[in-house]
């Protein structure tokens, strides 16, 4: 089984809502002031965007615990086009609104129809006004405001240039060696460095040579420790997305691999597929794709597209902030694995993008296909961080012609 999942933690006075972290200033600025602070904070940085009724009664406790007689600024604006109001990721305004009696009028209208006032930038009123409802006013106004973030994700490396199973993150995981530092590689003895000692034996790991040549193997001693932690070489959030993998499944355990029926998660929704003849012990190509506006997705299995629908999550978004998980079932976020649904064969060539491939891409003939580099995961540069009995080694199958 093939799942992901978001996990991560905030920075001090944030706090945690599904996968973004949200603070409330109170620090006067004019809505572009605010925009422009909210983006220096690091990882995804942004005025806060109540897209659905759930942020936004969060958002709502949120500036309200800070400061209940003074309005707060958030994401949402029409300052390109009156009336057409657009979140600070560009994507329009849909369904959902919060809007108080009357709003948005800017400043109304005067006699001849016109606009009286120039009010483009959205703000919470206070708590006393309307409930904390939304409102438009000027952006030039002086307003608390309340930023979003991306959380903060754990770097596998430590300072002390330490490596292995022995040596431990911050998070408590395994540490590797940083392929772009001058000591790419993990020697047996648990240090990071770049001699033969640590690069040429046979327990080394030299994290800058594999590349995109390298395959993970998961043991048949199947555990809930075997899996493999991989982080976004560029996180961005996602309206869309491709997945594509190489695989080949151990034959001793085709009745059984949660992988026969495929599953990736999307906002905590499936998709499945009919079984499908990958426990033959031959590498196979994997791709599945989705498309937010209209819940699109299509499967690929070695360049033949297998399966296809729509209404899968439509509507939703995959946030930035996350960690992906290689090789567990998961059953909640991070966790609730299963040691019999662990994967058991080798995988490589994980490649994530932000937008649907077409169908010419996805029809590449399986043996060209190493050379993929994704735009949000590139399996070439990606960190990987591998925990339990996996092993990592070349993948001879990009070498076939």
Same mark, same amino acid.
């Given at each position: 089984?093939?799942?992901?999942?978001?996990?991560?933690?905030?920075?001090?006075?944030?706090?945690?809502?599904?996968?973004?972290?949200?603070?409330?200033?109170?620090?006067?600025? &004019?809505?572009?002031?605010?925009?422009?602070?909210?983006?220096?904070?690091?990882?995804? =940085?942004?005025?806060?965007?109540?897209?659905?009724?759930?942020?936004?009664?969060?958002?709502?406790?949120?500036?309200?615990?800070?400061?209940?007689?003074?309005?707060?600024?958030?994401?949402?604006?029409?300052?390109?086009?009156?009336?057409?109001?657009?979140?600070?990721?560009?994507?329009?305004?849909?369904?959902?609104?919060?809007?108080?009696?009357?709003?948005?009028?800017?400043?109304?209208?005067?006699?001849?129809?016109?606009?009286?006032?120039?009010?483009?930038?959205?703000?919470?009123?206070?708590?006393?006004?309307?409930?904390?409802?939304?409102?438009?006013?000027?952006?030039?106004?002086?307003?608390?405001?309340?930023?979003?973030?991306?959380?903060?994700?754990?770097?596998?490396?430590?300072?002390?240039?330490?490596?292995?199973?022995?040596?431990?993150?911050?998070?408590?995981?395994?540490?590797?060696?940083?392929?772009?530092?001058?000591?790419?590689?993990?020697?047996?003895?648990?240090?990071?460095?770049?001699?033969?000692?640590?690069?040429?034996?046979?327990?080394?790991?030299?994290?800058?040579?594999?590349?995109?040549?390298?395959?993970?193997?998961?043991?048949?001693?199947?555990?809930?420790?075997?899996?493999?932690?991989?982080?976004?070489?560029?996180?961005?959030?996602?309206? +869309?997305?491709?997945?594509?993998?190489?695989?080949? =499944?151990?034959? +001793?355990?085709?009745?059984?691999?949660?992988?026969?029926?495929?599953?990736?998660?999307?906002?905590?929704?499936?998709?499945?597929?009919?079984?499908?003849?990958?426990?033959?012990?031959?590498?196979?190509?994997?791709?599945?794709?989705?498309?937010?506006?209209?819940?699109?997705?299509?499967?690929?299995?070695?360049?033949?597209?297998?399966?296809?629908?729509?209404?899968? &999550?439509?509507?939703?978004?995959?946030?930035?902030?996350?960690?992906?998980?290689?090789?567990?079932?998961?059953?909640?976020?991070?966790?609730?694995?299963?040691?019999?649904?662990?994967?058991? =064969?080798?995988?490589?060539?994980?490649?994530?993008?932000?937008?649907?491939?077409?169908?010419?891409?996805?029809?590449?003939?399986?043996?060209?296909?190493?050379?993929?580099?994704?735009?949000?995961?590139?399996?070439?540069?990606?960190?990987?961080?591998?925990?339990?009995?996996?092993?990592?080694?070349?993948?001879?199958?990009?070498?076939?012609?």
């Amino acid at each position: 089984m093939l799942g992901f999942t978001f996990s991560g933690t905030c920075p001090s006075g944030y706090q945690l809502k599904n996968t973004k972290c949200y603070r409330a200033f109170s620090i006067r600025k &004019s809505w572009l002031q605010a925009d422009v602070y909210c983006r220096s904070l690091g990882l995804g =940085g942004n005025l806060a965007m109540p897209k659905d009724a759930n942020i936004n009664d969060f958002l709502i406790q949120l500036k309200n615990a800070k400061n209940t007689a003074w309005e707060f600024w958030f994401g949402l604006n029409d300052r390109a086009s009156e009336g057409q109001w657009k979140w600070n990721d560009g994507t329009s305004l849909g369904s959902y609104n919060y809007w108080g009696p009357g709003e948005p009028n800017s400043g109304g209208k005067d006699w001849w129809g016109r606009y009286k006032g120039n009010e483009d930038c959205a703000e919470y009123f206070r708590k006393s006004w309307s409930g904390s409802k939304w409102n438009d006013a000027n952006c030039n106004l002086q307003r608390y405001f309340i930023c979003e973030r991306a959380p903060n994700v754990f770097q596998p490396f430590r300072r002390d240039y330490r490596c292995g199973q022995r040596y431990l993150t911050e998070d408590g995981y395994p540490a590797a060696c940083n392929p772009d530092d001058h000591v790419p590689c993990c020697s047996p003895h648990g240090w990071c460095g770049r001699t033969k000692a640590h690069c040429n034996c046979r327990d080394c790991v030299h994290y800058r040579n594999l590349g995109d040549l390298q395959k993970m193997t998961f043991p048949t001693s199947r555990s809930t420790s075997n899996y493999v932690k991989l982080w976004p070489t560029w996180p961005r959030d996602m309206s +869309s997305f491709t997945l594509c993998l190489h695989m080949r =499944g151990h034959t +001793s355990f085709k009745t059984s691999m949660g992988l026969v029926s495929y599953a990736i998660w999307v906002d905590d929704k499936r998709v499945y597929t009919s079984p499908l003849p990958v426990w033959d012990g031959a590498w196979h190509v994997l791709c599945i794709t989705w498309r937010s506006s209209s819940g699109a997705w299509q499967f690929y299995f070695d360049g033949v597209r297998r399966n296809s629908g729509w209404g899968l &999550s439509r509507g939703g978004r995959v946030n930035t902030g996350g960690t992906w998980i290689l090789g567990q079932d998961q059953d909640r976020v991070g966790g609730g694995f299963d040691a019999s649904q662990a994967f058991v =064969g080798d995988l490589s060539q994980v490649n994530l993008w932000n937008r649907v491939l077409s169908s010419a891409e996805l029809r590449k003939r399986p043996t060209l296909s190493c050379d993929r580099h994704g735009n949000v995961i590139d399996w070439a540069a990606a960190l990987i961080d591998i925990r339990g009995r996996i092993t990592r080694s070349a993948h001879s199958y990009c070498n076939r012609k």
